[in-house]
């Protein structure tokens, strides 16, 4: 992935390539991974955000902690002055994340899983793991989930070969061949390449080659992968074993990893590097067969030349092979290429014209196979000629990005967005979301408030539509539905978010995403079917329609003559060990809300996320379940049409009462505080001035 964003961050149409990863803070782990910001190339950063324990975790003990992470992510945004075109999701945690961020933005996603949890458990099946052994080990289940998400929610998916879209991604229910594209990875051609001169390349693993070889200078097998049994390593090892032409003609070098000592490596690797060694000893490889014990990554090139400058071939025997970089760095080095039959290779083989195939299972013929590329010179040439050509033909970086880069202009062109341009700051549509490049918010509620004089509601919304640097939001008590049908019925564009249901849900302009942490959140002791219990015998309650209420909102008409007070309701609830938030509203309306959830709580919320401070904060209302989110630093207005039960705020610090009604106060309210340009804060005593003599 650093390759790639390094190739973006060279292109002239890319301003910035951000890889967000984790902040880690472990001893076990290098101190680079607790530095928040770091620079890798040009336009390139790794921007680490904190998710979860500072500890190192492994990533299936992260699936709870991502949604923190993608909420970490906003601020950076904002903190740039500028939204993402794209946010390109590597592997299944990182989709979660992606989802949810584009989700909030408006923005392309674009996906790549890499391995799939369908794919995995598959295999862990065929290897006699039991479903729940793998589903304490890897949560496959939720993984799987999650990639089904993600692929409904992804305007396009990369894949590095055909047989990854049809064999894997078709063994999902939200695959869609229209969103997936085909584009292979590249290779670094300034580390994988031809030496400038073959006599002067003395590569220090030569050394180490020539420890276990008798005839050093015979041409190279090489093989190259971690020790796992799908690697298949042990059909090639028998092929070359039982072919003694072939021990005669050429030397077998098998990289398989790193280990000091093999009792110490997981089960799977340990087992076949003891079948490898009781194999070398069984057809008596000694002196013809290399197994290294350590290599450093600068080694790979080397081994790779060696080949080449051998006259040798490189060999993947795997049994699946969805892609075969190895395969591409070993061709860039000029080395000629045997590979199995399966994914990747197919297209690598038929791309560049540089080997042959073959079947993983049949030791016989890739026997002969070897034997051929090892002594058909002029075939070995044009192999050679071949590969070098072709990998810079199809698998560059700097071609993939170029593809890339196009197929990303045509899904922006679909969503009706602008294409990416190097002026990244540049205006975007208004399907994107401002909330990460605002540094003010408005927030009114509905009724009575926004709502009411469509003269003055007009003018408002005209006012905020010259503006790019002012969020706005609605709060209310109705229902996400509601608030939706009564802004279309006034003809009010959806604001950037909404905050419904009396503060226990909040909606995002895009999509109408909802802000599941908020929901995480409020969940907490909240017991729907013990308050409904609870208060079905309380007189003077009447449930209100079953489309003004949810499941974290229960509503009632109240009759203040035979119900007893909010107070009372209060304690009622506590009696019974029911803890939650209780609103009366214009003495006529009784809401029962999360203990947690508030229109107030829920603009705090919004603040923090988006990072936007609370005295940059505009709040406009008019009755009781306004009060809380008047109530603080943020600036407050109340309109002249306000409930009775709002009137003890006048002279509050920081809450103005404006002495026009409905928009008409809203708009009073901004020019009091100068709230579309430099905003000015009056400190308690001249706001208890000033509202001293403000009318009723």
């Known amino acids: ?77 904002r903190k740039l002055g500028m939204l993402p075109h794209v946010v390109h999701s590597h592997y299944a945690d990182a989709g979660y994340v992606a989802t949810r961020i584009t989700r909030h933005l408006g923005v392309l996603h674009v996906h790549t899983g890499h391995s799939l949890g369908r794919v995995k458990k598959a295999r862990l099946l065929e290897k006699g793991l039991d479903e729940q052994t793998i589903e304490q080990r890897y949560s496959i289940a939720r993984r799987i989930e999650e990639e089904e998400i993600t692929l409904g929610n992804a305007g396009m998916v990369v894949t590095s070969t055909s047989q990854e ?68 390593i042990a059909t090639l090892v028998r092929a070359y074993g039982e072919h003694p032409r072939l021990r005669e003609l050429a030397n077998l070098v098998v990289v398989a990893g790193n280990r000091d000592d093999i009792e110490t490596l997981d089960k799977g690797a340990r087992e076949v590097l003891r079948s490898l060694l009781l194999m070398m000893d069984r057809y008596d490889l000694y002196g013809h067969m290399a197994l290294p014990k350590h290599h450093q990554p600068d080694d790979v090139p080397d081994y790779y030349r060696m080949v080449t400058k051998k006259r040798g071939v490189f060999v993947n025997p795997a049994l699946t092979e969805p892609f075969g970089l190895t395969l591409i760095e070993a061709a860039a080095c000029g080395a000629p290429i045997l590979a199995t039959h399966d994914g990747g290779p197919r297209d690598i083989i038929g791309n560049c014209k540089n080997g042959k195939l073959f079947d993983p299972l049949d030791a016989d013929a890739l026997g002969a196979l070897l034997e051929e590329a090892v002594t058909d010179r002029a075939q070995w040439r044009r192999w050679s000629k071949n590969g070098l050509k072709g990998v810079r033909e199809h698998y560059t970086w700097d071609g993939h990005v170029a593809t890339y880069l196009k197929a990303v202009d045509k899904r922006l062109k679909e969503m009706g967005k602008r294409t990416i341009v190097r002026a990244m700051g540049s205006r975007r549509k208004v399907d994107s979301s401002r909330l990460p490049t605002v540094d003010r918010i408005l927030l009114c509620d509905i009724d009575n408030t926004l709502l009411g004089d469509r003269t003055g509601m007009c003018t408002l919304l005209n006012h905020l539509a010259e503006t790019r640097n002012v969020g706005f939001g609605v709060a209310t008590g109705r229902t996400l539905k509601n608030t939706v049908k009564i802004l279309k019925q006034w003809g009010v564009p959806l604001p950037d978010f909404m905050i419904t249901s009396a503060g226990s849900e909040i909606h995002y302009r895009h999509k109408l995403v909802e802000d599941e942490t908020w929901a995480k959140h409020i969940d907490y002791r909240w017991e729907r079917d013990e308050l409904l219990h609870a208060l079905g015998a309380v007189p003077g309650l009447k449930p209100q329609p079953k489309d003004h209420q949810n499941s974290r909102k229960i509503s009632y008409y109240i009759d203040v003559e035979k119900a007893p007070s909010g107070e009372e309701i209060q304690s009622l609830l506590r009696s019974r060990d029911l803890h939650a938030r209780v609103i009366v509203s214009r003495q006529q309306f009784l809401d029962i809300l999360p203990i947690r959830a508030s229109k107030g709580l829920a603009l705090s919320h919004l603040a923090l996320k988006w990072g936007v401070p609370l005295d940059r904060v505009l709040v406009a209302g008019d009755a009781g379940n306004d009060i809380e989110m008047l109530q603080g630093n943020q600036l407050g207005v109340v309109v002249a049409n306000h409930s009775p039960e709002v009137a003890f705020l006048r002279g509050q610090e920081r809450i103005y009462f404006a002495e026009e009604p409905y928009a008409w106060g809203i708009l009073e309210g901004i020019n009091h505080y100068h709230f579309f340009g430099d905003i000015q804060i009056p400190d308690a005593t001249e706001t208890d001035a000033a509202e001293e003599t403000a009318p009723s």
Not at 11 to 19: C, K, N, S, Y
Not at 50 to 69: D, T, V
Not at 170 to 198: A, C
Request: with cysteine; net charge positive; glycine share 4%.
């Open 1 to 77: 992935m650093l390759e790639l964003a390094q190739a973006l961050g060279r292109h002239p149409r890319v301003a910035r390539v951000d890889l967000m990863t984790r902040l880690i803070q472990d001893s076990r782990v290098g101190p680079d991974y607790a530095v928040a910001e770091e620079s890798v190339g040009e336009n390139v950063y790794i921007v680490r955000l904190p998710c979860g324990p500072k500890r190192y975790l492994r990533k299936e003990s992260l699936w709870q902690y991502l949604s923190h992470f993608a909420d970490n992510a906003l601020p950076h945004f």
């Open 165 to 232: 879209v049809t064999e894997q991604y078709g063994m999902y229910e939200n695959h869609h061949t229209k969103q997936m594209v085909v584009i292979p990875p590249g290779v670094d051609l300034t580390r994988f390449s031809v030496p400038e001169t073959w006599s002067s390349f003395h590569p220090p693993i030569r050394n180490t080659l020539h420890r276990f070889l008798h005839d050093p200078k015979k041409p190279m097998i090489l093989a190259l992968s971690r020790a796992d049994e799908r690697k298949n």
